[in-house]
């Protein structure tokens, strides 16, 4: 409990805890289907391993080593008289000499014979069985009392990974007998072989030793192959859907020769002709996958070394042509592969991982400690194969796939977090950034608008100065030196002091808040002048449509309007000895892109020419007026038939 | 106007030559009687006492406190409320100075610098039912009222029948046609009705801003606790 506590801490590392859950998703299955069959075990007795087993090699005078020759001598009775029976021990191998086989070295035929005594007086088991963890060698055959009970042609090339399950014929299985129980198979005397442990009895526990064996031997090591395959795709698809890694698609031609160089677990290889091309196929994928894997670790480095992958492909390639059956080189060009493959894939091996530490990259280290532990694997497969292994214990080279897989996805899930969480950081980082410069713009905008009022509040005073200064100022200050100099009537006094009253006034006027309204700002005018226009004689005929509303009507520009339709009153009633005047104003091209508003003061004066010099001045003031307010002016007269102006204003002024 | 019912008038202006002159123009017309004049506002509020006038003429910048003391005090007493129209004189009659006045309870202004007819005929025009509305002030109206409902200060016998909305627009047209330049005889002819309604449609614009001010107080003041329901 404190180990698991201790992993669990220690593995606690963000690249590494979806990692755990992995392990724990695929392991506890893994777990309990071995709780399960253990369990079953010990429903019945386990048989013990057989002890007392005898061997006898039976030398072959000319059967060929192929399929037609193994038909005629699986069910070949041999002559047990010649046989020279010797004692051995469970699991039995004979390791190959470290010499090139020939297809022309002697066959021989391998017995192993052991003895079953079904005790007298006890119940004798329903169903019993001969039960083999592994033969390496060829087709077998099993013999009960001298005669053939099952034989196995089946794949016979490949058989050294399937367990021996055979049941006893039932009619042998008397109380008190004692059953001689023969297997066979036959070899080449050159090339060794291996018996594995063997147990006889009930049937029931066999089944269950031999179901186990079945499924760390067979079954799942073919669901390894499918499961890489699959994930080899995945990463072909990934690696081509994303273009710029070349990791992944390197993952996935190493996976998918990986798988090739697997699928001897599927299928039956047994034709000569097949299993000539199969083999040469499956012998050059060791180079392939040395290759690939190869090209996969290099990937992690730091820097690229272009040739060297040039000719680690420039070496499959080769090894794949040498190794065609074309050549006729049969087994030596498998050895030659062999070595040159140990020899190469050590060197490569070695001095990435040195790199990898040197580099002191993380993930470099990882996916070369993984990448290393596959040639470990296959090495023991070799040493396995060539019986120099006990041939009890279980392969464990498809389930090296796992362990490069495995490191490929902690580094890329890894790399995952790590661009996660810088990507996280810099949003964090823009985020701050943006708030920043918002407060930077809040700040800056608060400044503007300061000046800005600033700035409005200036030109508001200084334009009313200018005003003052201009209008009544002026008036004053001439009528006082006019005073000083007693120069001043009464009459004349009372006319200055009024014209400033209404100068101030109509300043007054121009900053009351008439919401842009110019129907209004007119309006003001005839309230306070009207009466003395009336006064003066005049009947004021007013026509005030609704208008729209003129946003650039500020106090200035107001008392500019103001001042025209003004100046215009004060020229009617002094010159134009009318008895009308018309004010109007209307709306114009509203449905337009430019519209406005028409103003017309029209009287039925005497009129004038419009020639004369006298009235030039008058009226360029009113034109200089209406330019500023970017309005045109139009003023008509013919003397004796009244003065028409018509001032035509925009909504929107050209900026 | 007979001479036998004189419009008794009440004069609060602090500059004597205004007060004089108005004075002497008041004096002069037959119709016309004048009451009492005051120079302050304590002067003018003591005035408040005596018999109810008919017009009021009355300053806003007096030394000793705004004309809009005095005009909120003659609004709290029902006998000079029912009978005083309160006119404002003022030398500009800008827009601030008189939404407050007319908010405080005065139903007329006028600026100072009239021609002494003009200055009688608005008093009379006053005391027979309105005064003239400058377009600012009625503009100002026209954006107040429409935020109002249509039956604020209406009479309870009309409040609540269609009349009240047609009311309210009859309203809404005479302050639009004095925003822009119309006088009362003009709007009275355009609308086709007397120009007394024309007035007496100014004068409920007016008593309505001014419920409205005073309403608005009134809350303020439940509001801050200062009276109770």
């Known amino acids: ?655 | 106007m007979s001479k036998a019912n004189p419009i008794s008038i009440l004069i609060v202006e602090d500059k004597p030559e205004f007060l004089d002159e108005f004075s002497r123009t008041v004096s002069s017309a037959p119709d016309m009687y004048l009451a009492g004049t005051a120079s302050t506002l304590a002067a003018g509020l003591a005035l408040l006492n005596g018999e109810p006038v008919d017009v009021l003429l009355v300053d806003l910048g007096l030394p000793d406190g705004s004309g809009l003391e005095l005009i909120r005090e003659i609004a709290l007493r029902p006998t000079w409320r029912e009978r005083c129209e309160i006119m404002v004189v003022s030398v500009f009659a800008d827009e601030a100075h008189v939404m407050s006045a007319i908010e405080a309870g005065a139903s007329g202004y006028l600026v100072k610098d009239s021609a002494p007819t003009s200055f009688l005929q608005q008093i009379r025009e006053l005391h027979a039912g309105g005064s003239p509305i400058s377009p600012v002030i009625a503009r100002k109206l026209l954006g107040r009222l429409a935020a109002l409902p249509p039956s604020l200060g209406i009479e309870p016998a009309l409040s609540g029948s269609t009349d009240v909305i047609e009311l309210a627009e009859s309203e809404r047209r005479v302050l639009s046609y004095a925003a822009r330049g119309y006088t009362y005889d003009e709007v009275a002819e355009l609308m086709g009705v007397t120009r007394h309604t024309v007035l007496s449609y100014v004068k409920r614009c007016y008593r309505k801003l001014q419920v409205n001010s005073k309403t608005e107080a009134l809350y303020e003041a439940r509001r801050l606790g200062l009276v109770r329901d």
């Open chain 1, 1 to 655: 409990m404190k180990l698991a506590a201790w992993v669990w801490s220690a593995t606690d590392d963000p690249g590494i805890r979806a990692l755990r859950l992995a392990a724990l998703l695929i392991g506890l299955p893994f777990l309990l289907t071995f709780l399960f069959f253990w369990y079953r075990a010990f429903d019945t007795p386990a048989p013990l391993p057989v002890a007392g087993v005898e061997r006898w090699v039976e030398p072959l005078a000319e059967t060929r080593f192929n399929t037609s020759g193994f038909t005629s001598l699986v069910k070949q009775i041999p002559d047990f008289s010649q046989a020279r029976w010797e004692t051995v021990t469970l699991p039995d191998a004979v390791s190959a000499p470290p010499i090139l086989a020939t297809e022309s070295a002697p066959l021989a035929r391998v017995w192993i014979r052991t003895r079953y005594t079904l005790p007298a007086g006890q119940p004798v088991p329903a169903r019993s069985a001969v039960y083999v963890t592994r033969i390496i060698g060829g087709a077998w055959s099993v013999w009960v009392n001298g005669k053939l009970v099952d034989a196995n042609l089946e794949d016979w090339r490949m058989q050294w990974n399937v367990p021996l399950h055979v049941k006893l014929p039932a009619e042998d299985l008397v109380a008190g007998s004692v059953l001689t129980i023969d297997i066979a198979f036959p070899i080449r005397q050159s090339e060794g072989y291996a018996f594995g442990s063997m147990y006889v009895g009930d049937a029931n526990a066999t089944t269950r030793l031999f179901e186990m064996r079945s499924l760390w031997q067979n079954i799942l090591p073919k669901a390894t192959v499918l499961i890489i395959l699959l994930l080899g795709l995945i990463s072909l698809h990934y690696g081509l859907g994303e273009g710029q890694d070349r990791v992944y698609l390197r993952l996935a031609f190493a996976a998918i020769v990986w798988s090739i160089g697997n699928s001897l677990y599927f299928g039956d290889f047994t034709d000569d002709r097949v299993a000539l091309w199969f083999g040469a196929l499956n012998d050059s994928a060791t180079a392939w996958m040395a290759c690939t894997l190869s090209l996969f670790a290099i990937d992690f480095d730091r820097e690229r070394w272009p040739r060297l992958e040039l000719g680690l492909v420039a070496y499959a390639v080769l090894v794949t042509v040498i190794t065609l059956p074309l050549w006729n080189w049969g087994v030596n060009g498998l050895v030659f592969q062999y070595y040159t493959n140990v020899v190469l894939t050590s060197a490569v091996l070695s001095f990435f991982t040195w790199r990898a530490f040197k580099q002191d990259s993380h993930e470099f280290k990882v996916i070369m400690v993984a990448v290393c532990s596959l040639p470990l694997m296959a090495l023991h497969t070799v040493y396995f194969v060539s019986a120099q292994r006990s041939p009890d214990s279980i392969e464990i080279y498809p389930y090296s796939a796992f362990i490069v897989f495995g490191a490929f996805l902690y580094v890329m899930q890894r790399r995952y977090l790590n661009t996660r969480q810088s990507l996280i950081e810099l949003n964090a980082s823009l985020d701050q950034r943006l708030k920043q410069r918002e407060t930077e713009l809040a700040e800056q905008h608060r400044k503007l608008m300061g000046i800005e009022q600033e700035r409005i509040v200036q030109q508001e005073r200084q334009r009313i100065m200018r005003d003052m200064h201009d209008g009544i100022g002026t008036a004053l200050m001439s009528s006082l030196t006019l005073a000083e100099h007693g120069e001043l009537t009464s009459a004349r006094t009372a006319a200055i002091l009024r014209e400033s009253l209404d100068e101030l006034k109509l300043v007054i006027d121009s900053l009351e808040p008439i919401d842009e309204d110019i129907a209004t700002l007119l309006a003001s005018l005839r309230y306070r002048f009207g009466e003395r226009i009336e006064a003066a004689g005049l009947k004021i005929v007013w026509d005030m449509a609704e208008l729209p509303p003129l946003p650039w009507l500020d106090p200035s520009n107001a008392l500019q309007v103001l001042r025209i339709v003004q100046e215009a009153f004060a020229n009617i009633i002094k010159h134009a000895r009318a008895t009308e005047i018309m004010i109007s104003a209307r709306p114009t091209g509203l449905d337009t892109d430019q519209p406005g508003v028409m103003v017309r003061i029209t009287d039925n004066g005497i009129g004038f020419d419009l020639n004369s010099a006298r009235r030039g001045r008058g009226l360029d003031n009113l034109r200089r007026r209406a330019a500023d307010l970017n309005a045109d002016i139009a003023i008509d007269s013919t003397p004796g038939r009244g003065t028409r102006i018509a001032l035509q204003l925009r909504v929107e002024l050209p900026s």
